[in-house]
Every structure is written in C-alpha cells, then in structure tokens.
C-alpha cells in the first residue's frame, strides 16, 4: 500500500484517501481473482486500474466523488435501480433523462449514483454453468448483465466499466438485480491476444463454397474456416440443460447455418448481430438429427469467432458506443423501399405511410382502434411477411405472455421464442431492433393493429438501454400463459386472445373466485369454447423452423381478427343494457294506433311500462360477446345471479329438454359454479311516469317524470357452459360419467364429454420439450399440471356468509370434512310465493319479512353423518322410517332457496356440526285457546343450513299436477294452480289513495322502485291459442318477479278464480300464490276469432267465446257522438279551451272522440254495436280528409250529437246545421247502412233488466218484455262492403 500511494504524496487528502480505497478493493476483491494468472503484484494491479480510470474520465483528476462497489454490496445494498457514469457531466445525463421522459411519458427517469464497478467479464464457466450469458464477477460474487454489442475478446478479462444502469428486482427467490451496460467496458490490463488470427484466417473460405461443401458426401471429419455475412441469428435455446443457438451466414443466395452447441462458445450469441461479418474457425459438418436430409456446420471446441478485420464494426475497445447508435438510426431512416423479401440488414421504422399502406390494403379505414365494439373481422386467414424493425418500447403489456407495445402504435409479442431469464433490457424507454419479425396486420381486435411477432429465426436486439425507472416483472420460465401456448400450439390470434381474456378473468374473478394460478386454465377453457372444435394444429419443428428456407414457423399464417368474441364483465353488461333500454325507447311505438284519440288518463298508462329485449348470440354482428360470471342465489330477491367482481345481474334461468319444451329446474349444484354464456336473451324493462296530455307531447321529455329500468338476463340452463363447477357439480359430473351418460341429461353429458377429452389433453398433449428448450422442465410441469387438475377447485366461494351455499372447504381440504351433520331427506308437494310477511318467529321482533312457506313430504327419518353427505347418492336408511308431511319455513335470507325448490322434487336438506336428530324433527304450532290446528308440524329454516337437490321432476310431471287456462274457464274451483302462454301485459293503474304499509320497507330492502305494482296478464291456452283469461296479479308485496313478458310461459299456483257479471272468468292473485316463469318466447300466433251468430252468441255470452268476428248488416245508427274533450279532465273543450268551470280547469290540450251505436242483425239474431273512435270513420265510410274535415267543424261547438229517432236521425241543438244535416243524412243512407263484417267482443256492462214495451197489433196494444240484446264492442272493421 505505501508504495502505491508513495507516488501520489502531492495529492490532496481527499485524493490521497480515494486513493487507499482503490488500493484495498484491488487489493481485497480484485487481486485474488485475477492476480494468480496474470503474475502481476497487487501495486501494479492498482496502478493499472487507476490509469483505465483516468483514460475514461479524460483527466487527470481523480473522480473522488465515485466510490469503489463490489458485486456483493451492489446487490445487497442497492435497492434501487439506479444508473451510473464516469464518463457523463450532469448535463449529458439530465438532457438524455428529459428526452426519454418526454419521449415515454409516466415514467421518471433512473437516478444517478457515483459507484465505480470494476470486474472480470466472464461467461458462468467459472461457476460451472455456460448459459450463454455475461456475468461480472470479483471475489465477492458475480452479478448478470446486458451488454448492447460485445466482443469475444472480452471473455475473462478484467473490465472497468464506465456507464451502466443496474436494476433491481426484489422478486423472492430471484437474484436481485442485473446490469445493462451502456458503455463498452475497458479493459483494465490490455493483452496481446491468444491466438493469432490472420493465422487461422488464411485458410478462409466464403459462404458459397461452405453451402457447397454442405451438399458434397464426402465431408467429414473436415475442419473449415467459414467467413460471411450474419443472415440470422436464432436465439438461445435450452435443450435437456444444453445451451445453444444457430446462426446463418450469408453471401448474394447462399447460406450456411452454423450450430453453436460448445458450451464454451454459447457466449457468442451476445457478440454476434444480423448484418456483421464474422469468421468462425474449426468448424465441422455434421448433421442434424431434427432436420432429416440436411447437413449444418458445427462448432468445435477449437472454434474461435472473430469479427472480421475488413468489416466497418469495431467492438473492441470502443469507447463511443453512441457513434453506432446514432449511425444506424439514420440509416433506418433514409431506408423507405418495401420489403418484400427478407432483407436482414436495413431496420426500419414503420413509418405512418407504411402503416396506411396496409391500412387501405385491408380495405377497412378503421385504424389504431383495438375496441371491441367495431372491430368485427370476417375470419379470414393470412401470410404474414417478414420484416426488420427498429423502435422504442413505449410500455410493457403484459410482461409474462411476452407483450409489449413499441412506438405507441405497434405490438410486440415475443411468446414464440424461450422466456428471458431477465427483461434482458426490454424495459419501456429501451430502443430495440428486431431482425426477421413477422409482421402481422390486425391478428387481435384486442391488440393494436400492427403486431410484430417474433419466432425462432428473429432475433430482438437492444440497441440503447432505457434510462427510465420502470417496474421489472420477474418472469417465470413455466409462465401459465406461456405454458399453454407450447402445450396447444396456439396460433398468434389465438394465443392474443388468450391474454386478452387471461387480463379480464384476473380483473374479474381473481382472487374472490378464482386464485391467481389457475386464471390461465380457466381462460384456455373459455377460448376452447370459443373457438370449438379444435382442429389439430402442427407441431413446432425447431430445427426447420430455424434453419429452413423458405422459412416457415406457426406465425407464417394467421388468423385476422379472430377470435374477436369480446369478454363482458357483469358491470359492462348492465351498463350497456341500461344505456341501449333508453336509446332504444320509441314513445310514439308504445301506442296504439288510436293514440291521437287518447286522453291524459288513457295515455299515459300505456306508457308506464314496456321491454326491449335482445337476442345475444355468437354470430350477430354487434353481438359477438360472451359473458363470464359466477351464478349465486340473491337472497334478498329471492332470485338466482350472475356475479363478477364489478357488479351482479339477475338471470331467469330455463331448462330445455329434449322436446324443446322449456321448464324450471335449476339445481342447487349451479351455485358457485363459474359459468360462460354466449346465448340469451337480455331483457331490459322500462318503467316511466309520466303526464304527456296527448300524443303530440310525446317527444317533449320533460313529461317524462320518472323513469328507471330493470335489466335482467334470460337464460337457458343449456346455453350455461361450465368452466369451473361447483363441488356438488363435480359430484353430478362424475355421478353421470360412472353410468356412462345413460341418463336423460344427454347435453350435459356433451358438455361433460367435452371436459374430459379437455383433461386428457392437459395430462397427455405437452409438447414442449423442445420448443421451450426445457425438456427438464417439462415433466415437472406436467406433474405440477395433474395435481393442479387434481385440486381442479380451487376456486373459492365467497367469503360473505350470506351468500355462499356450498362449503367452500370441501373439496380444498379432504382431511377437514370429518364434520358431524344431520339430514333430511323430503319431497315438495306445494310451495307458496315468496313476499313480505308479518311473522313472529322465536323470540324476535315482529315485523314484515320476506318469506315462504312449503308443504313437503319427508321420505325418512333424519340422519347422523360423520361427513357431509351434499348432494351424494340417496342411501337406503334415508328412506326408512315412512313418510310424514311437514311444512318447512324459509324466511329473511333462507328465501334464496325459492328458486330452487320446485314441486315433485326431493332434496337433502343439511344442518352441519350437530349429531341432533330433533333439530330437523319440527314443531306442531301450539294450540291456542282450546282451538285444534289440523296443520302439519313445521320447521323454521336457519340461514346457515343447507339444501341440495337430488332429484328432479321432469316438466310433465309437474305439469300434470296443474291445469290449462282452458280447464280454468271451465272448471268451479276457488283456487286453481294453472300454466299458460302470456300474451300481454298491462300495468294497471295506482289506486288514489291507497298506500301499502309495506311500500316502505321493500323500498329499504331490496331497492325497489316499482310502487304498488299491479299488473294484468292475459293469460293464452299453451295448446288452445284461441282460449285465453285475464290474471291480475298484485305484486306490492313481493320482490319484483323478472321474466313475466309476452311470450312467456308461467306456472301460477294458487290464484282465485272469479267470475265477471257477464260471466268473464279472471284469476286474481292471494298472499299465497306463486309464479315461476318456465319458459320464454314461445307464443303461438292466435288464431282469427271464431265466427259467431248474433242468434247463438246472445243467449250463451261469454261461455261461448268473449270475442267472435260476425258478418251481419247494419239496420240503422243508433246514435253518433263527436266530442272534443279536455285531456286533463274529460270535460268538453271548444276551441281548445277547457269548459269546465267548477272547479276552472285551464288545460288547453284536446283531443277528439267519436262513438257511434248501431243496431246490427245477420239473420240469427240481432245486437247493438259500439263503434269508439278509431272505427267510426270507417264505419261511417269517410276519408281521412273528410274526417279530419268533420273534425275541425266539431271543434268550434265542441260537442255534438245525433240521435235516431224513429226513422230519422235528429240533433237537440241546431238542427239546422250544415254539419247536423250532412251527418243525419249519411247515418241513414246506405253508405252506412250496409252488410259489414266485424270482429266484436262482448260488452262488459251491468246486465239490465229485462225492457218493458209496448207492442202494437192492430188496434190491440201489448205490453211485452224483451230480454237485453246483446251489446258488443267492435274492435275491428274488416270489409265495408
Ligand atoms: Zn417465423
Ligand atoms: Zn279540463
């Protein structure tokens, strides 16, 4: 030490201390690495390094301020990615930092740090492993690093480096952090080099005689010498823990690939780079076992790389790397002629032109737009080209799929070659070249348009390191992603799809559902359901895929935009229906086509309630979408859901068999089941309020003063494709597999057959060994894939106590479900409809609650379990000890079961952690003052308990137990339990006055808006279309019931039968009823009412038919009214003013009414007819300008009326008008009175008693009583002649 720093006595004490530092780190970490070969003692070590120190810095000065690191203490004391420079002022260093910020925004540039690194530049050899990559060592460890263009001379020699970034990574069980060498390292003690070159180079021979020597037989055991051009330079692979790579020299048309398998040469992938002329020495021909036929030279461990001498590149020792940079950054830029051949040498920017160029080739002007909405693509399939590419990496997509976006406007997918160990420098900010690439255009919808997709023969160089902080992702060489790429062979569209899809699960469904690890299994089952059949798709051949030309790999071809079926999460979902039901909502469509004659009071009704609903399926254009959720029993609605993280929606869920009838039978296994949909219906219903006065206000909304809608989706349970099942699921699954699909369940077999074919492909199809390079792995991959099948659920349910069914540990921990239980095993006879209540359970508070009551048949005893038995099969003590009845209680959260249990059904019902049989042995309501209660016991079903179905009534069976709307017309009984088909639907009227008690409280629970909600339904005959009945159901005290629209299929049980004063029959709901909606879109075009005589409808009414069409003439015009009403209030309006005066009312809306009575008579019989507006001009065969005419002369009076009397028709006011006499006139001529034929209904009215009348025959007068001819309505004019 003292005679080194003898020398430097004048230095200052600052100098003079830096100076011992230097001294000791050579002396300590240096010196023992290298000081044994070279023979040089530790001062003259420390001189040397001091003078590559000064020769780098420039000066004389020492740099003091930088401190001397060691591998050790940058890796365990640098948390932080920082950069360091001795060659930088702190202007250079700002002004690169401010480019790269501005150029790559939201990121901040790495911060400077004034470390001095010095170390051996070695391979791994030392350490024993020649994985092909740089590593600085020194005594105390060594550390990885990324070096931008390296020379084989480096190797073991000690390096001062004078510019490098070190980022760190703080993965767990990673290394901590590596190197990117900006600037080449110096060597510290310059050396003659080994060998001699130009000796071994005097027996040189071109590419073109090499390619030759190549197609000679006899050529072995030759060694050549081999100088050319680099064409390719293929990246490293791992095979069976051997480290290689290919390069390909060219020369005009020929190539000789070279195999670089010599772990010792493994290093030259770093120094070699498309474009350089090269010499490699000792080579021999040999042939390659994956590539039949063809012969490749191959490295020998003589072998030396030596850049060649002539070339322009000089990588050694060079101390402006930036020179090159900038040098070949003008080059891709003056470069602008087409590629359309491989042109390795000239990178390029993808200039706008470039890119518009392809754009109008597409012939879809549609550019940089990756949203899913408009980017539907025909499926078409394309050739890729290969291009060279120069950009910066503008972010990182998705770091572990090998994504990443350059210039903002292209992607980069490097999933086709092996994973990098480290980011190897591939940060945002980084400028890289990429040589070979296929460049595809619009591969993804999901992805921007332009994808650069790199295979085995590319090679992606960094040709600048980026100066910015980014955050590095630590990169798992068994990567799901990438994993399941190499197992299917997946195709570039495909595999993009997969990461698209991968994205929205994670955001989704991770962790509440699905744990991180096993998102990717649940993607690739989700785009084997997208994609369907799966056609076989060829292996990766490594050797050909690297070597042969023409070149052809799995990017040669792909698929434009396909798949392009976008992902919904739940929240989308609801948002776009929410939006599309108001874009979609058309007033003027809601009315009828009498709206013009409509009051306020009649209008606006017809407006308070109306559906839009939607067919969502693959193919549609703007539809192509696919929903993922998990399905859940609401508590609070009483009502199944699709969940996903973002939001919930509710599903009407329907089951088709065979016969395409469609039924309820939704098992309770479905819950927790993580399901797909492709195919259903959105619903979307609207509920407004509004005061429109006429229908000429209907397109000022300011009428509009409430409005909200319900969105829902329809679902069949077929159309429910299963990604991941539920434990009880699984159990059916398997249950169906052991009786080898014998059971009725034949599309759920289909889907089951689908999954097992699925789960033998995951255990047999892993062809990975060599493309990944890492055969060794593959095994263990393999085995960690079984078990990961193995535990296939590790989805996990909810934690939320209310809303879980299953038991979540069930199948995660065998050991843990030696838990005691009891069950009981019981058939639905009856279940009554879920609403609010007044209840008095135990010792709670009274109040209303949502509940429900079912009347079952226990099928045995209750059982002790040691574990719980779920929805396994029925063993045979379960069955002992007779039947007895029973009602079970559902209340508050217990009313998620309604959906579930279904009449004719049994289940197994479950109380865990007891052995007590009499807790589900149920109590007989005590007697209460002397009074007997016949009723059965009843049981008060407890939230945590649980229920699972065993086995299902089939549709006809439950059916059977109900009658037809017909059979209900019919029949005597009070109460009826019926089905039939919905033809419509009115919302009637809210009754003034009469506010429910319980409005309140189903408003704070369940967020309902509908306000005592009554509805009338029209009810058809599922097989009788013609035979239909009014139901009106009260819906104020029940949580809303989704599904009930036209076209749907209901079961009502429990209804009262009424019959109407004209003997109409109508059903009204009770407390007790209950709807389930079965079925949907499904109703049959009702047939033309029947022909009826005026002689046989008369006497039977509405026993024979409500409405009827009748061919008969008109005898005379009983009566005409033409009025102009006030909308508001009804009274007349003259000249748009109201006439009311008691109390004034100033509305200034009117709207015209005509209604005409007319006696008709068809030779049966005869009847007085109701014409309402809409018909009166027909009848009275006018023109729409003759009625329009009329019309505006009724305005001025306001109202008028004419009347027969006698033969006459007559007016009690101004009989003399021109408008009284024209219409006198037209009623009784033979425009009016003439043979029509009419569809009619009955009218309701009070029946009259019969009419007292006088008869005249001859001079004898009678007094005789006619019956009440029958009234009727006509809706419909069908001929007027
Ligand atoms: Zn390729
Ligand atoms: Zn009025």
Known sequence: MEEFTERYKDCSRVEWAWLQDLYSAVRDRLHPAVGASLRVPVEQLAEAVLRSVRRTVGSQSLPVSYTFVSVSELLSRQRTSCCSSLTWSTGQYRERAEEAEQAVPNHKALPRTNLLLIGLLCDGRASGQCDGFWRVRDVTGSVHCEVLKSSPLWLGKLMLFPTWNYISQDAPGQESGYLELIESPICVIPEPTASDPTETLSEVIGVRKAARLLRQKVSAGVRVCVSGEVGVVCPLLVIAGKSFFCLILAEGDSTVPILVTDPECVYWRQCVCVGQSVCVSALRVCSVRGWAGHRVLSVTSHSRLHPNPHAQEDSENTHSQSDSRTHSQSDSQSDTHTHSEPDPHRPQSLTDTRLQEDTHSEGDPAQGGAGPADSVYPVRRKLSRIISYRGRISSVLNAEAGLYEIDRKVGLCLAYQPLRKWCSGLRPGAEIELQNVHFLFRPSPFFPDVVLCVCLRSSVCVMAFSPLRSKVATLRSDGPLLCYLLERNLGVSEFLWLCYCHAALTERLCPRWVCEGRVCVVAGRLLQFVLGEEKKRKKRDIYREMLQDPHSCPLTEYCVGSPSVCVWSVRELCDWMEKESWESLSLSSLVPPSAPYLTQAQLNPLLSWSTHTLLMHSGSAHTDRLLVGVLEFSSSRASVRLVDQSAAVECVCVENNQSEDQYTAINTAWTGCLVCIRRCTLVMERFLKTDFPSWKHLDQHRHISHRHCRVYIQVCMEDLHILSPSASMSTILSERRREGGRTAGVKEGQQRDGRREEEEGVKEGIQMDECSGQSAQTGRMKRKRETEERRERCIKKPRDHSNHCDDPSAVGSASASSDPCVSLLFRVDSKQGVAFRNLQTSNETRGLRLSFVTTVTCLGDVQRWDRDPKNGRVEERERAGGEKKMELQFVDSSVRWFPLLQPGSEYRLITLHTQDVSVLCGSSVPVRGGVTLLSSPALLIQPQWRIHTLTQSLLCAQIQTLMTVSEVLHCSSDVVSFYGIISQRI????????????????????????????????????????????????????????????????????????????????????????????????????????????????????????????????????????????????????????????????????????????????????????????????????????????????????????????????????????????????CSSSTVCRQLCLTCSLRSHRPEKAQLRKVSRGEREFLTKFPQSLQLHCTHIHTSH
């Open 987 to 1226: 919302t009637l009227q809210e009754e003034r006055g009469q506010t429910s008690a319980v409005q309140s409280l189903i408003n704070a629970k369940d967020g309902v808006v509908e306000r005592d909600l009554r509805v009338r339904l029209t009810l058809q005959d599922s097989e009788a279309p013609d035979q239909s009945l009014q139901v009106y159901l009260d819906l104020s005290h029940t949580p809303y019931i989704p599904g009930l629209l036209a076209g749907a299929t209901v079961l009502l049980h429990h209804f009262q039968r009424k019959v109407s004063v004209v003997r109409n029959v109508y059903c009204c709901s009770l407390p007790i009823s209950c709807v389930t909606v079965t079925g949907f879109g499904s109703l049959k075009p009702r047939p033309p009412p029947p022909m009826m005589h005026l002689g046989r409808w008369a006497p039977a009414r509405a026993e024979q038919s409500i409405v009827g069409r009748v061919r008969a003439h008109v005898v005379c015009v009983l009566s005409l009214q033409l009025k102009w009403v006030c909308s508001l209030c009804g009274s007349v309006s003259k000249q748009a003013v109201c006439t009311r005066s008691c109390p004034p009312c100033d509305s200034t809306t009117a709207v015209f009414q005509a209604e005409a009575k007319v006696a008709v008579e068809d030779g049966t019989g005869e009847a007085q007819v109701w014409f309402s507006t809409e018909t009166v001009a027909e009848l009275l065969s006018l023109a729409v300008t003759e009625w329009e005419g009329i019309q505006r002369h009724v305005r001025v009076k306001g109202h008028l009326r004419v009347y027969a009397r006698g033969r006459n028709m007559v007016c009690d006011v101004d009989p003399d008008d021109p408008l009284v006499r024209y219409l006198c006139a037209l």
